[in-house]
């Protein structure tokens, strides 16, 4: 699991092309985002969904439409870890690849796990999760999600292996809106 914790994770490439200067039109949101942790972004309440790999495919899909949510994180009761995140997007996946498939009937795959899904689906790519400590600032947060080529960030306590929170491209945008406005 690859966990973001300091400006270290600074693109090299952000770092040849971005001045930190005042005439810089980046300046102001680098500083913004520099001075300001994952855990200030983290709303008082919220809703978060985590689901085992135990579950069944079917179940996780209807928890997920039935709380609103679009994605969750997947826990693993055997390596006792996050592995990965479940999305609207792999369950598309998951249906469009077993209707071309003329051994599994599509009801079938009603009683898939998760787990099963992701070993069939994945075959041997699995990569680790990435995931981001709440003392990490929002700037090494948007460095790992373009890095990284993805849309959602685990915010996950390193004392407690919680997750608290789940970052967005545009959760990151609102919250920089707070403060522009």
Known sequence: METVTSSES?????????QDTPESNNSVYTS???S???YDLIPTSSKLVVFDTSLQVKKAFFALVTNGVRAAPLWDSKKQSFVGMLTITDFINILHRYYKSALVQIYELE????????EVYLQDSFKPLVCISPNASLFDAVSSLIRNKIHRLPVIDPESGNTLYILTHKRILKFLKLFVS
């Open 111 to 118: 009683e898939h796990k998760i787990e099963t899904w992701r």
């Open 32 to 34: 913004f985002m520099k």
């Open 10 to 18: 600074f693109l090299a490439v952000e770092n040849e092309h971005l």
């Open 36 to 38: 300001h942790r994952c």
